[in-house]
């Protein structure tokens, strides 16, 4: 074997850190290794049906630590040893895995409740074993990250493998483009409760202040770009989801990770914005039964009840179901302003065989609240006058009046079949639907007293709905001294959003001592200040993954076909646009020692206007580009993932305000967002953390507004820092108590319209604290609980859209949860 075919080590994560240690790659003069053997009861496993076909290991194994949800460290040699017979039948996991290993010269140890080590039978012979152990001459490798999938749990807070870069299931460190990915653990120890909170300790975004908005919204910007929509890069399991922004949020609690896909990317998902996608992965069906029922009390009368349960529906694992819910009746900070919601999410598998999966997904859900309007940042970010600023917890609207009452939901399903071990066909489809009933009163300006504000009311009717479908074929093959993956597809979007708006006025109101209920709205009917959209769109596309020696090559385009109609109430003006656009991409990836994977990258992306300028011509496309160069490093025994990228993201043909008449706009904006990120995420032995830093630079350098030339977007601090982690304080003689927090620095940011001061800077603090009765369980299964202080200094932090568009965020929240599972 030449030295460009041997294998090279791949780094996996450990359940301890010594063992980690343990298991470090040793020269040929290595001292022996000893590993200690662990006194398991097959028995106390549940059997599961495996359906592992003859083969190599290197593709059994996976398959076994996927199924067992059990983890595997093995050296080189055992992914290069003999075939396998494979496994079929109902088996518990250890003795699936010996009749994997029989007839070859492997056997394997449990080194821990769930780590299991794979090794040659001969490595047993060397001299000075103790009680209990195996000595091994040596370990060539630090163990192979077997098993983890791209839409399954992300173990602790480190993933090592993503599909949202690619569309095939690829490690990350392979991927040259920044991935940052959330798991549900990380969103459970938080304690979030939106997307936003979910987000808020990963680099490169930004959003409105966190627990009034989020509400109602799941809105960010990614780099300096807005991320609100499907057309903007809002996804669900790899589709497109929502049409409008208010549509309703996705509930964390649904989700198995979520991933950042940072920069432009519409050769994978069509027109986005260019700084990038969120991608929410659902929980999926699981073949190992598992059941877990909280219930939550806190601040703010929150009272919540939620459960996760999933299985396999037939002895023989063949069908498989997941059942997630969540029901919460609760008040917010905000008075007069709930925060109730309602969610359930069913699911089911079918796999005939361990080459084919069919899942249905689907979800619906209600929120009850109302909406926090935007305010002034005179009275906001500084005092008003002579007059202290306003109340964060008041409410400015009518209580009778107001109301955010948001529906939505979705069906689809996701068909994935293996024809060999090279060729691969998925096919995704999903159907998406929600209505929105928001009715509210916001103050518009103040009185020359400067403590009674006149008040406009908004009173809307939206109803959305959304197809989304993705088919592709992956193929795998060998080139000469190049191996290839490569990946041909179409994918369909259609979305829908009907949008009725009227406004009118209401009494004015004593922001300082308010008095409701004087007098009753009034709206004008006969104005409908709404439209009615529909959006359908096609795409081509094509990629390659190349490996060449030690180099990962990615290339790809796309060819999309959109077509928008529009019509406008209030003008009864209909737009009908077509528009067509190409996209690329082309990144380059060096596997080098160390676990270190240096890369460059370059993409596009592109957005339509269903808009015309002043004379009646609809607008192009605006484009998108990025230059990325990042690095990421995999410490060798550490189970730490370190990643860092400098960037910069040129956007084209934005609209800016006509001079001629500035009702109208002309596309000759430009955008541009340059900066700098980094994020380290670890699981090292009992801490598991994940630590960020961020500088970005985004503003408009191309407009007609003389005023707004060369100034920051709004919303995008310069900087922002954040830490989160737990400690298991076991090694302290307190198993099962995990203790930990977070701080979040947000830096200041610019506002437009006029006003010269930017928003002020915040540091926050976090805490959480869990305690599991079940910690000797293996399964980790009983009683637990977890208390989390949200923002315990108190600090209620403001971000401003716009001069008049300021929102307070949240004051300290405290909740604790009690779980049980089984």
């Not at 152990?133 to 630090?142: F, G, H, R, Y």
């Not at 999903?430 to 006149?454: C, K």
């Not at 528009?579 to 994977?597: H, I």
Request: charged letters at 15%; aromatic letters at 10%.
């Amino acid at each position: 074997m030449t030295p460009r075919q041997q294998p090279r080590p791949v780094s996996r994560p450990y359940a301890s850190w010594p063992l980690a240690i343990l298991l470090l790659t040793g020269a040929a003069e290595a001292e022996p290794v000893r590993i200690p053997q662990l006194n398991t009861a097959e028995a106390g496993r549940a059997a599961i049906w495996f359906d592992i076909p003859a083969g190599t290991l290197s593709a059994a194994l996976p398959v076994w630590e996927s199924v067992t949800g059990l983890r595997l460290v093995a050296a080189t040699e055992a992914l290069t040893a003999p075939r396998t017979q494979g496994v079929h039948g109902l088996y518990g996991p250890e003795a699936a895995l010996a009749q994997i290993l029989a007839g070859t010269s492997l056997v394997h140890r449990f080194t821990d409740a769930e780590t299991v080590a794979v090794y040659r039978a001969d490595w047993s012979a060397a001299p000075g074993a103790g009680a209990g152990e195996v000595v091994l001459d040596q370990l060539s490798v630090e163990g192979e990250a077997l098993g983890e999938r791209a839409n399954g749990p992300v173990r602790g807070y480190v993933a090592r493998v993503s599909a949202s870069g690619t569309k095939t299931d690829t490690p990350v460190i392979e991927t040259p483009q920044t991935v940052n990915v959330v798991g549900a653990r990380q969103i459970q120890d938080e304690g979030a409760t939106s997307l936003a909170q979910a987000l808020a300790y990963t680099p490169g975004i930004a959003s409105q202040a966190v627990g009034g908005f989020a509400r109602t919204s799941d809105g960010f910007t990614i780099r300096g770009f807005p991320v609100e929509t499907g057309n903007q890069g809002l996804l669900r399991d790899g589709l497109k989801l929502q049409s409008g922004v208010y549509d309703g949020t996705q509930e964390p609690y649904g989700l198995e990770r979520l991933e950042v896909l940072k920069g432009a990317a519409s050769i994978l998902y069509g027109q986005l914005s260019p700084g990038g996608i969120v991608n929410a992965v659902s929980k999926h069906p699981l073949q190992t039964a598992y059941n877990e029922f909280n219930v939550t009390l806190g601040q703010y009368n929150r009272k919540e009840v939620s459960g996760d349960f999933t299985g396999p529906l037939t002895p023989d694992g063949e069908w498989s179901y997941r059942l997630t819910g969540l029901f919460r009746d609760s008040d917010s900070y905000l008075a007069f302003t709930p925060d109730d919601k309602r969610y359930i999410a069913p699911a089911i598998t079918w796999r005939p065989s361990s080459a084919t999966s069919v899942t249905l997904l689907g979800y619906y859900q209600e929120i009850h609240t109302r909406f926090q309007p935007p305010l002034s940042a005179v009275g906001v970010l500084i005092p008003n006058g002579s007059l202290p600023r306003f109340a964060v917890n008041r409410f400015y609207g009518e209580p009778s009046f107001d109301r955010f009452d948001a529906r939505s939901g979705a069906i689809g399903y996701q068909v994935d079949h293996a024809f060999s071990d090279s060729v691969r066909l998925r096919h995704a489809l999903r159907y998406y639907q929600s209505g929105v009933d928001w009715d509210y009163i916001l103050p518009t300006s103040l009185l020359a007293n400067r403590q009674v504000a006149a008040r406009g009311v908004s009173l809307r009717n939206e109803n959305a709905t959304g197809i989304a479908s993705d088919t592709s074929l992956e193929m795998k093959f060998v080139l000469g001294e190049t191996s290839h993956t490569l990946l041909a597809g179409i994918d369909y979007y259609r979305s829908f959003l009907n949008s009725e708006r009227f406004s009118g006025t209401a009494s004015n109101l004593n922001v300082y001592a308010p008095v409701y209920g004087v007098g009753s709205p009034v709206i004008n009917y006969a104005r409908n200040n709404g439209s009615k959209s529909t959006l359908d769109q096609v795409g081509l596309y094509v990629q390659d993954q190349v490996k060449f020696d030690r180099f990962m090559l990615l290339l790809g385009g796309r060819q999309d076909f959109a077509s928008t109609q529009v019509l406008t109430y209030r003008t009864a003006t209909q737009l009908a646009q077509n528009d067509s656009a190409f996209s690329g991409r082309l990144g380059l990836l060096y596997l080098a020692d160390y676990g270190l994977a240096p890369y460059v990258s370059y993409s596009q992306s592109f957005q339509t206007f269903a808009l015309t300028d002043r004379n009646g011509n609809p607008f192009q496309p605006t484009t998108g580009d990025q230059y990325e160069g990042g690095l990421r490093w995999d410490i060798p025994g550490a189970n730490t993932l370190v990643s860092a990228a400098v960037y910069q993201i040129n956007q084209q043909n934005a609209l800016v305000a006509d001079p001629a008449n500035p009702t109208f706009s002309i596309q000759t904006g430009r955008v541009r967002s340059q900066g700098f990120e980094t994020e380290v995420r670890t699981n090292f032995g009992p801490l598991q953390a994940v630590a960020s830093y961020s500088y970005t630079d985004a503003r408009q350098v191309r407009t007609t507004d003389p005023a707004a030339l060369n100034q920051r977007l709004d919303l995008v601090p310069y900087h922002q820092a954040a830490v989160f982690g737990t400690y298991d304080m076991g090694l302290f003689g307190i198993p099962g108590l995990r203790l930990g927090g977070g701080v979040r620095y947000i830096g200041s940011s610019n506002i437009s319209g006029g006003v010269t001061f930017d928003t002020r800077a915040a540091t926050l603090f976090d805490l959480v604290g869990t305690y599991d009765l079940g910690a000797a369980d293996p399964e980790l299964k009983g009683w637990r609980a977890q208390l989390n202080l949200r923002n315990i200094l108190d600090h209620a932090y403001v971000t401003c859209a716009t001069a008049n568009g300021c929102r307070y965020s949240e004051p300290m929240n405290v909740f604790g949860t009690v779980s049980y599972r089984w």
